[in-house]
């Protein structure tokens, strides 16, 4: 699981790294990705496992937020893309 969040993670990060340059507008947004399990025959339930990923975004700033384990516990990743900095 570590990679794969990871790996989504660093494709977020990507694309919001890609502009074209000739814009002076702020973008800003929310957007929330489903995450959906394979069925494993390991013993894991994936019902603790998170569901869902929100990135919200204004300008160079963004956080990423991974919910699971029902509800009890949250991991926030917050960039400042201007400065080059991630808080986790």
Known sequence: MGKRSVCI????LLLLACHDGG???QPQGII?????????????????????????????KNITTIEGFM????????TDLRKGRNIT
Request: glycine share 4%; hydrophobic share 40%; with cysteine.
């Open 23 to 25: 814009t002076n507008r």
């Open 71 to 78: 509800g009890m516990f949250a991991l926030s990743n917050i």
């Open 32 to 60: 929330e990705y489903e995450v959906i399990y394979l069925t494993n025959k390991s013993s894991m339930p994936t019902n603790l496992l998170p569901r869902r990923i929100v990135l919200k975004f204004r300008g160079n």
């Open 9 to 12: 993670l660093f494709c977020i």
